[in-house]
Structure formats: C-alpha cells, structure tokens
C-alpha cells in the first residue's frame, strides 16, 4: 500500500472482505449449476433465513419440490436424502448473497454517518449495492425459467447471471485498483501505452466474451459431448454444427456449435493472451506492470490446461468448479494488468 488514509485503508479492507465472498458466491454458483442443485429450492423468501428444522419441515419442502417438473420429469426416484443434497447447495448459494447483502451495506452506513468515504466514491458504493440488488432478481428471474414445464433454466438467463456477478466484481475490483494504487488516472491522449490501453481493453471484451460462451456451455450442458481434444468427433470440423434453423439459433441452442465456439474462442484469447504477457514483459520495465503481465501469462495456462482437463474428464464438479474459478482469476489479472496501463 502507498500514501493510503486510514479511512481510504479501512473502506479498501472492507471492499477487499466483500470481493472474497463474491468470488466464493460465482464458485458456489458453478457447484450448485454442476450439481444439478440449482431448482432444489421452488420458493423465494428474500428475508427467510432459516432451512427446514426437523423431519415435518423437510418433508414438507420436499412434497413442494415434488409438485415441480425438475423431480416429476427427471428425478421421480429421488429420496428425502437426496433432496436434501441438492438443497443444501442452494441454499448456501442464497445465504451467502444475502450474507453479502448485509457485509456490504452496515459498513457502508457506517462509513457514511462517519464521513469516511472521500469525495467520489460514493456514488460508486451506491451502485455497488444497486447491482447486487439487481444480481439476486436476477438469479430468482433464472431459477424461475427451470420451474415451468421445462425443468432446465435458461441457457440465456444463466449466461446473464454470470455475466453480471462478473461485471459487478469487477467494478468492484477496479475500485480496490484505484484506492490501493492511488496514482493519477492518466488520459488516454496523455499515455505512453495508448495502443496497449486499448489493446487491453479489447483483450478483456475477448475474455468475457469468451467467459459467455462458457456460460452457454454450462446452460446445455454441452461439456459432457465430444469428451476429445482437439478434435470432436473425430473432425475439426463436427458434424451438426450449424443444424438449428433459422442459422442464428445455433450459437446459443446447438450443443454441438456452443462447445465448438467456446473452444476456438477460448484458445484464440489464449493464444492471444500468451502473445501478450511475452511481448508486455520486454517492453514495460515498471514493477507493478512487470506483475500484471505476469500474473496475465501464469493464469492464461493454467486455464487452458484447466479447461482441457475438464473436457476431456467430463466435466467432475471439482475441475468444473476449478475452471470457472480460473476464468474470473484470469480476467482479475487482466483487470489489474490494465489498471496499471491507465497511469503510464
């Protein structure tokens, strides 16, 4: 830390804590989505805390469950102990947004009747807990789309879900950048690295766009066909790739086009990526950018062996839970790699 205030440390540590348990709420979220847990719980109570406490409340939860298509269509055999399973995930998935909801708002109240937090950056904290709001309507809006008659939730509702837990956490992440590296913002028509700037901010669209088509692959389950690499089916090319009419579905319906784009993107924005740490680390001779281009390089393998090993296994929840969190360490690396491009 350099020529931090205590009250910009104290607001930092607070943001860093909230940052942690978003994370863990993006890995718990895979897990719940890998263990088919996510349709468990058919109810929303936004200021229900408490599970089912003993054996008349849990077999009432699960006469609920039983009324829904997930258990009439595909888990008629399931037990009372099975249920219970799958319900603990998502009911851990939900506490611990709101336990964020709470983590985040009383030390915002706090910072604020104190006058702790400087000029500026309160309107950033306010729409912090806007989007997190806007977060758990949106993941109830998700799980809704698995309550009707067909018992899957959206590919395109699920895809949002991440997209949006990774926009928040970065905003949130860039704020942590801004306080910890309190440097001067340079503008663009002022920077040394103009071309890289832009560069990074093409890369990081790559990424995300990238990360989506994870989300696509994860709404199908499209993981668990063409268990090969680098060919599927034998083909680089795999038969039914573009078999969906009209030709525009197949990017987001297809199994067989959403697994064959989320490969090539996502060696493409490795490729990338690696092209990127290897020139970066020769050209810039500052520390900070020094440690973005590395972390940029060591992250980008381990995510592509990550994304590798989880195919080619068929998608166990511990790899897939691995590469989800590989994807937000990568884009966290590229985040802070161009962070530290914005003051030169």
Not at 42 to 54: A, E, I, K, N, S
Not at 252 to 271: E, I, K, M, P, S
Not at 287 to 299: A, E, H, I, P, S
Request: with cysteine; aromatic share 12%.
């Amino acid at each position: 830390m350099q020529h931090i205030s205590d009250n910009d440390r104290a607001i930092l540590r607070w943001l860093q804590l909230c940052l942690v348990l978003i994370f863990a709420m993006v890995i718990l979220g895979g897990v719940t989505r890998l263990t088919d847990s996510g349709l468990s719980m058919v109810t929303w109570h936004p200021t229900g805390m408490l599970p089912p406490l003993g054996a008349e409340q849990w077999q009432a939860e699960f006469e609920l469950y039983q009324q829904y298509p997930e258990f009439q269509k595909l888990n008629r055999d399931m037990s009372l102990a099975g249920f219970k399973a799958i319900f603990w995930f998502e009911y851990s998935h939900r506490m611990l947004g709101r336990l964020i909801g709470l983590v985040f708002l009383l030390p915002l109240i706090f910072f604020l009747l104190r006058k702790m937090v400087k000029p500026g950056l309160t309107p950033r904290l306010i729409i912090m807990f806007v989007l997190g709001g806007f977060q758990g309507l949106l993941g109830w809006y998700m799980v809704k789309s698995g309550l009707v008659s067909n018992p899957h939730v959206s590919q395109y509702r699920l895809t949002a879900h991440l997209l949006s837990a990774i926009l928040i956490y970065g905003f949130i992440l860039w704020t942590i950048f801004n306080l910890a590296f309190p440097q001067r913002y340079r503008p663009l028509t002022q920077s040394a690295a103009a071309g890289w700037r832009k560069a990074s901010l093409a890369l990081l669209t790559l990424l995300l766009i990238t990360i989506a088509s994870g989300g696509f692959v994860a709404g199908l389950d499209a993981g668990m066909i063409f268990n090969t690499f680098p060919l599927m089916g034998g083909a680089l090319i795999p038969e039914g790739l573009g078999a969906l009419t009209p030709w525009y579905l197949n990017p987001f319906d297809n199994l067989v086009t959403v697994q064959f784009n989320h490969r090539w993107l996502a060696l493409v924005t490795g490729v990338l990526l690696i092209v990127w740490y290897i020139r970066g680390r020769s050209r810039f001779d500052d520390v900070t950018l020094q440690r973005g281009f590395k972390l940029v390089g060591m992250m980008v393998i381990i995510q592509l062996g990550l994304g590798v090993a989880t195919l080619l296994l068929q998608v166990p929840v511990l790899l897939g839970a691995l590469h989800q969190a590989g994807a937000l360490l990568l884009f966290s690396a590229l985040l802070f790699n161009a962070h530290a491009l914005s003051r030169v």
